[in-house]
């Protein structure tokens, strides 16, 4: 199990805003969209322009890699500011800026649930009684091109005064939009049209956590006490409870991201004896197994774009980063903040961790590989050569090869 020492680079930066939602950008997604919106792929006849434009988001995806994180200090007069900041990483340095490349403020309502539109449309944040919507910018200089952010003009109407959203989800093409309340009401919209499709005024106590299945057809539902539902995003019914065992809270859920005829769903617990894992068969909707993998609360949990890894932070301040498979930790970082761990997210190449904190932090975990998934490869290839030597052996005492 590896471990990190954020002493020996910078990847973990203050802000000054106490965080409670962090994503990573979809940056490919994103550049092509802010071309477009220059008019630079408009004529058909210039397929040079064309050309250099595609070329352009294409190699700068590559070296461009950016943190969206949310939060504040609320409506008081505390002077801690409500805002969205935006944080350029380096791999090559292994740090974030030091500055933020962007801060929107949001005036006296904190943005305290955010969601990335995963083709790059842009974030929108739950504030205290109504959602907003904010769309990428880019900050022009003679020298440098900088991601920025600004706010947009679309009106979210269904999603004012509705008191405050505990989730925002996106489904994987970003068609669908779903938002749970603290009162409990879940509702699902079509995107970017904001039509609703459901609109569940009790469909818990109050709305902890959401997950679409890859494909869209199902979404998931956790509340602050009773069993999750399983609900078919098509016909609007529930089709499935899950139901929990002795004493163990439902944290957080996602489904594996791997579009195949079974992809798991993962649950985050919280026992009496730390947090623990459990999967569910999305066929029968039963469970396969349960795992306890950290000995603390479980503050956050999500899922890498690959389904191969899983991410768990904690209220003491740790984060562990999790085979998927054998659910074993694969690199754990005792105390990566010092307040509770809000929110994480792996880069979408799986390549790094980053987690945000009510302690005004924002830090980057590099990922290496699986040190025992390696050696079992290399074990693999040890008993390979062994056999092909005693076949050699054996092919040499009966003379068959000189």
Request: with cysteine; glycine share 8%; hydrophobic share 40%.
């Amino acid at each position: 199990m590896g471990k990190s020492d954020s002493s020996e680079s910078h990847n973990l930066q203050k802000y000054g805003v106490p965080f409670y939602g962090a994503a990573w950008v979809p940056y490919r997604h994103v550049r092509s969209k802010l071309l477009s919106s220059e008019g630079i792929n408009k004529d058909d006849n210039d397929s040079g322009d064309r050309n250099r434009s595609e070329d352009e988001a294409s190699s700068t995806t590559t070296c461009n890699y950016y943190v969206v994180l949310a939060g504040g200090g609320g409506e008081g007069r505390s002077g801690i500011p409500n805002a969205v900041v935006l944080s350029h990483f380096d791999f090559t340095s292994n740090s974030l800026s030091d500055q933020p490349v962007a801060k929107l403020g949001t005036g006296s309502d904190l943005p305290y649930r955010m969601a990335v539109h995963p083709g790059g449309d842009g974030i929108i944040c739950a504030l205290q009684n109504s959602c907003r919507f904010f769309e990428w910018d880019e900050v022009k200089s003679a020298e440098i091109h900088k991601l920025g952010l600004k706010e947009s003009d679309k009106v979210l109407s269904q999603l004012e005064n509705v008191g405050q959203q505990l989730v925002l989800v996106f489904n994987s093409e970003g068609s669908v939009l779903a938002t749970g309340g603290e009162d409990g009401n879940l509702r699902v919209f079509k995107w970017p049209s904001i039509k609703i499709i459901l609109n569940e005024a009790q469909a818990h106590a109050s709305v902890k956590d959401l997950s679409f299945s890859p494909d869209g057809k199902f979404l998931v539902s956790l509340g602050n006490r009773g069993p999750g539902w399983v609900w078919d995003a098509t016909s609007s019914t529930v089709v499935a409870s899950l139901a929990k065992e002795k004493d163990e809270i439902f944290v957080s859920c996602r489904f594996s991201p791997i579009n195949g005829q079974n992809p798991v769903l993962y649950i985050a617990a919280i026992t009496d004896k730390g947090g623990s894992i459990i999967t569910w068969n999305t066929s029968s909707w039963k469970r396969m197994r349960s795992k306890q993998v950290v000995q603390e609360p479980v503050s956050c949990f999500n899922i890498s774009s690959d389904g191969k890894l899983l991410a768990i932070g904690t209220a003491q301040g740790d984060i562990s980063i999790i085979n998927s498979t054998s659910l074993k930790v694969q690199t754990m970082v005792k105390k990566a903040h010092i307040g509770i761990v809000t929110a994480l997210a792996l880069s979408h190449d799986s390549r790094a961790l980053v987690s945000a904190s009510m302690d005004s932090s924002a830090r980057v975990t590099l990922i290496s590989m699986d040190k025992k998934q390696s050696g079992g490869l290399n074990l693999w290839i040890i008993i390979f050569i062994i056999l092909l030597s005693i076949a050699a052996y054996f092919m040499n005492d009966k003379g068959i090869i000189p």
